[in-house]
């Protein structure tokens, strides 16, 4: 995660790779139940599960939504903002609404055995591996 | 829910430092309210992922600086497979007109958004004038 010193074709490089993960990730597909952008998500492997990691600051743990259902995960909520009394705005760069975004899993998942963890204003999903999915290896006897 | 606005993604914007850095961290600038009521100037900024215990706020030549430091070890033993966002550190500082009690300067974590109340220094209070 973290950048390294000045090299511009590093960072072309970087670029080019983000791209073509973009495009060639099947955890983003065409799937109909995609919908809105935000949050923004990022998505680990660690060991053999998955874990999601959502940047929702702002977002009161009650105004959070998370459903599981067979390999999508559904993430909706809102966010308000509240100026006090008589406030008289100099900046405004925060914005609220709502929200409502369906993350479609490449893989089988337990949809029972994830768990979400919310903490600082962003949102830890743990998705463990259905057990029939993982890889196993096979001895030649 | 038809008035409710649908939330967009706010592309982070990285900070242009004055002096180069001695690691090699990326810094984001955090997205920020500020507002003003007669008692207090009230800076919001919006720094997902950065705990409460790793936010600097200091008040210098009537610049108010904020910090905050994003703790790497989370992401150890991660790979990743798909990502939309990227993470780093936040700074930001703002020139400040009105005097301020540095003495009485507060902050306040929540969800990731640092709510830092400036209180205006006595002298700077508005006051009523009566018209004789």
Known sequence: MLASFNDPFEALFALQRALDARVASDWMGHGTAASGSFPPINIFQKGDDFVAIVELSGVDKNDLEIEAKENTIRIRGKKTIAYGEQASVHRRERISGVFDRTLSVPIRIEPNGIKAEYRDGVLALFIPRAEADKPRSIKVG | ?132
């Open chain 2, 1 to 132: 829910m038809a008035d409710a606005q649908e939330l967009q993604v706010q592309q982070k914007r990285e900070l242009e430092k004055k002096a180069e850095a001695t690691t090699p961290a990326r810094v984001f600038v955090p997205v920020t309210d500020i507002f003003e009521t007669t008692q207090a100037l009230t800076v919001v900024l919006e720094m997902p992922g950065v705990d409460r215990n790793s936010i600097e706020a200091s008040v210098e030549n009537d610049v108010v600086t904020i910090e905050g430091r994003i703790d790497f070890a989370k992401y150890e033993g991660m790979q990743p497979v798909y990502t939309e966002y990227n993470v780093g550190h936040y700074a930001r500082s703002f020139q400040i007109s009105n005097k301020i009690d540095q003495g009485k300067i507060s902050a306040e974590m929540k969800d990731g958004v640092v709510t830092l109340v400036l209180p205006k220094a006595e002298q700077a209070k508005q006051r009523k004038i009566q018209v004789s």
